[in-house]
């Protein structure tokens, strides 16, 4: 390599890392809005689930993930294959081979913080924890590699650049599965199809998970677009920088508007899930679109998860953190509206991409957790979900100081 490209070289990979950084702290973001969201006595337990799911995602992906999506694997095929060794770097390569795993590693344990907060306050841990083995090491490997690894929707044309369908569809779509064969927590819904809400323990830190989200998807989004160290390349991070932020602005406006003329009231959760409904909307390309545009997907998206989530309670499908309708209906939503302002896309192929990677990981993940529920058993006693997860699963409580004889 010559002198500039060396420093090119540097340039791409530190700017790779450093955006995996941001994603990296997403984790935290997940951390803390679902521990505000749940109630004071399942906090510890919804925390050791982001931690130790973080720690899993980023081992089984070394291990067995990576080479599944990315390594030695025939052009354009159903099935990957295993081989291949990180640490190998062609020699046009525009960055280290390791920042991309490490890119890579940190959105498979976002799409496994989905599951988290969707099947929260009575999921055994353990169970938890086996499903995160399989879906980061396997499930979501394959969905990857038929999109980003080269595989057949990659030569369709399906085009997802950041991962509204390959990582926020899919997490959805296992949470989903999950749910529904967990059921309901003890007490959401009454016998004649009353809805009961069950308030979070702490909106002041679902308030710092959602802003540390936002934060995030910086990293998440711009670091998608892979290199940084020419004019055309900088010049499309920045756009993605603005787009991004723009979409993540109109959701909260969007939660905001439909929960005033709805309910009268400005709801806080709605509104953080608006802004969280807009940042994946705008995840499947936010790149082609205008400014403008932008900002009405993130609109859209805001309007959009408002009514998702109460459809959903409607149908008794319980989701303490609104993670179904936030990364799966508006990550639907995302990829259908990248067309709109990308000619490379069409609306059957979307749709198809959709279609297949949400079938995908649904039916995978249906079949791990009903195997599971077999074997283990999936959901607490009722006894251990009035006392709490943290008692059960932890022994050790979040806020000891609040803690009363009487547990609800």
């Avoid at 980023?58 to 030695?72: A, E, R």
């Avoid at 711009?222 to 160290?229: D, W």
């Amino acid at each position: 390599m010559d002198t500039l490209t060396e420093i090119k070289f540097a340039l791409d990979t530190f700017y790779f890392l450093i955006s995996g950084v941001l994603v990296m702290w997403m984790a935290a973001g997940f951390a803390m809005l679902e521990a505000g969201l749940v109630r004071a006595k399942n906090t510890t337990e919804i925390l050791t689930k982001n931690v130790l799911l973080f720690a899993i995602a980023c081992t089984m992906y070394l291990l067995v993930g990576y080479h599944l999506m990315y390594l030695n694997n025939p052009e354009g095929g159903w099935l990957p294959s295993l081989g291949g060794l990180i640490g190998q770097v062609d020699a046009g390569a525009s960055h280290a081979l390791e920042a991309d795993f490490f890119f890579q590693v940190v959105f498979v344990a976002t799409a496994m913080s989905i599951v988290s907060g969707a099947v929260a306050e009575r999921m055994k841990l353990w169970v938890f924890l086996a499903f995160s083995l399989v879906m980061t090491g396997f499930i979501y490997p394959i969905e990857g590699y038929w999109t980003w690894g080269g595989g057949f929707l990659s030569e369709w044309g399906f085009v997802d650049f950041a991962g509204s369908g390959i990582v926020h569809l899919a997490g959805a779509c296992a949470a989903l599965a999950g749910v529904l064969l967990l059921g309901a927590r003890n007490g959401k819904y009454g016998k004649k199809g009353e809805i009961h809400p069950i308030p979070g323990s702490n909106m002041p830190l679902a308030t710092l998970g959602t802003f540390i989200l936002w934060m995030g998807w910086f990293g998440f989004n711009g670091g998608s677009q892979l290199l940084l160290s020419d004019v055309e390349n900088a010049t499309a991070v920045a756009g993605i920088f603005v787009n991004t932020n723009a979409a993540a602005a109109a959701g909260a406006i969007g939660a905001l508007a439909v929960t005033k003329l709805t309910w009268g009231k400005a709801d806080l959760t709605m509104i953080l899930n608006g802004a969280l409904a807009g940042l994946v909307a705008i995840t499947a390309d936010p790149l082609s679109p205008s400014h403008l545009w932008a900002a009405g997907i993130g609109l859209l998206a805001g309007m959009v998860v408002v009514y998702a989530i109460v459809m959903l309670d409607k149908l008794r499908i319980d989701d303490p953190v609104g993670a179904i309708s936030v990364h799966g209906v508006c990550g639907v939503l995302g990829l259908l509206l990248v067309p709109v302002a990308n000619p490379d896309a069409t609306l059957w192929i979307q749709l198809v991409g959709a279609l297949v990677i949400g079938g995908w990981v649904f039916g995978a993940s249906l079949l791990v957790w009903y195997l599971l529920k077999r074997s283990m058993g999936i959901r607490v006693t009722e006894e251990e979900e009035l006392s709490g997860m943290d008692r059960i699963d932890c022994g050790v409580d979040a806020y000891p100081e609040f803690v009363t004889l009487k547990r609800s």
